[in-house]
């Protein structure tokens, strides 16, 4: 069974860091594509960084592109979303993601969330 437990979400304020870490169990993790997604209430959930099996090749949502950082460490099964200067509008939930077919995370499979909240 698939497991993706997060955490290091908390309070922070603007222009702070915080370090999500993601750890996985029950799957090869070094043959996913791993991800970060984040809810804020009333929204939908939107895509936050990506990075590929090897973790040579990440991506971004504008909005983050050059304050976050996502890493892998597969020898340890985990990922990482190192965010620095943070605004209010960074406050969600934030999920990571396993996607075992690369195919945009449609049929991945989901942690239970670690809040973020980032007070002005």
């Known amino acids: 069974q698939v497991h993706l437990v997060e955490s290091g979400g908390g309070l922070v304020q603007a222009g702070g860091s915080l370090r999500l870490s993601c750890a996985a169990s029950?799957?090869?993790?070094?043959?996913?594509?791993m991800g970060w997604f984040r809810q804020a209430p009333g929204k939908e959930r939107q895509f936050v960084a990506t990075?590929?099996?090897?973790?040579?090749?990440?991506d971004y949502a504008g909005s983050v592109k050059g304050r976050f950082t996502i890493s892998r460490d597969n020898a340890k099964n985990s990922v990482y979303l190192q965010m620095n200067s943070l605004k209010p509008e960074d406050t969600a939930v934030y999920y990571c993601?396993?996607?075992?077919?690369?195919?945009?995370?449609?049929?991945?499979?989901w942690g239970q969330g670690t809040q973020v909240t980032v007070s002005s």
């Open positions: 993601a396993a996607d075992r077919r690369g195919s945009g995370y449609e049929d991945a499979y």
């Open positions: 029950g799957l090869t993790f070094s043959h996913y594509v």
């Open positions: 990075i590929s099996r090897t973790g040579t090749g990440t």
